[in-house]
């Protein structure tokens, strides 16, 4: 008789299995404001079921997560020390609320900075040249938000735990245009209007159709 086995891709489907997460405007996040505006609009006005297999990949990048504080926090590296980790933010606007958690803050010994560490997992870490703006938007709003205008994103390989690191210097002017795309998709949240097809618009941009769950309302320009 075959030995009966489980199914452990099921059960951890069903480990991770979690309700959507109902967005209102007004309450907005920086990991999604440097996707396209539309996108993000579609998000708040047409929620869609989390794909399971989405909470998989979020799953490996939370337990990667954890790893790379257990090496900033180990006793065997001299030259950072963590001082805080996966900890809340929020930044009030006229109207709206801004809210997140950031990865990591360390304190580089050699400089005797702090310094905000933004982690992101990566396929390959070999095709990472430069640090994705969407990552750098959050990464802004981060050192905007604490006062720490020292930033990195730290990319880490999902087979092989190489990593590469991108510092970023605090800019105020892009912390407000990054400001100013909340403003803006708050009033067209609000207002019940279609934001333009950005991604669509912009070369730098476009591969994010390619991926967009939305894209078929985005081609009929449905609200
Ligand atoms: S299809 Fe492209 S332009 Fe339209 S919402 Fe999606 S990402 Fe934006």
């Known amino acids: 008789m075959a030995l009966h086995v489980f199914d ?3 059960m951890v489907s069903r480990f991770l299995v979690r309700e959507t997460r109902l967005k209102t405007a007004g309450r907005y996040y920086p990991s999604e404001i440097g996707n396209c505006l539309r996108k993000v609009w579609y998000s708040y006005k ?25 090496v900033l926090k180990s006793e065997k590296n001299k030259e950072v020390e963590l001082l805080k980790s996966e900890f809340p933010l929020r930044i009030e606007a006229q109207g709206f609320v801004v809210s997140g958690r950031v990865d990591d ?14 982690v992101k997992s990566t396929k390959s870490v070999d095709y990472v040249q430069k640090a994705d ?16 205008h020292n930033g990195v994103v730290l990319y880490i390989d999902k087979t092989d735990l190489r990593s590469k690191v991108f510092p970023e210097e605090y800019s105020p002017e892009k912390a407000k245009e990054i400001m100013q795309r909340f403003a803006e998709l708050h009033k067209l ?24 769950e939305y894209a078929e309302k985005c081609d009929k320009n449905e609200g």
């Not at 207002?191 to 591969?207: I, T, V, Y």
Request: one cysteine or more; charged letters at 20%.
């Open 46 to 70: 047409h929620p869609l079921e989390v794909d399971p297999e989405k909470l998989k990949i979020f799953e490996v990048g939370n337990i990667l997560h954890g790893f790379v504080v257990e």
């Open 105 to 118: 803050l360390v304190l580089v010994k050699e400089s005797g900075k702090s310094m905000v560490v933004e």
């Open 133 to 148: 703006p969407k990552h750098l938007m959050q990464l802004q709003l981060y050192m905007h938000a604490t006062g720490i």
């Open 189 to 212: 949240l609000s207002a019940g209007l279609l934001p333009l097809p950005e991604a669509k618009k912009s070369a730098d941009m476009q591969w994010m159709c390619r991926y967009c």
């Open 8 to 10: 452990f891709d099921q």
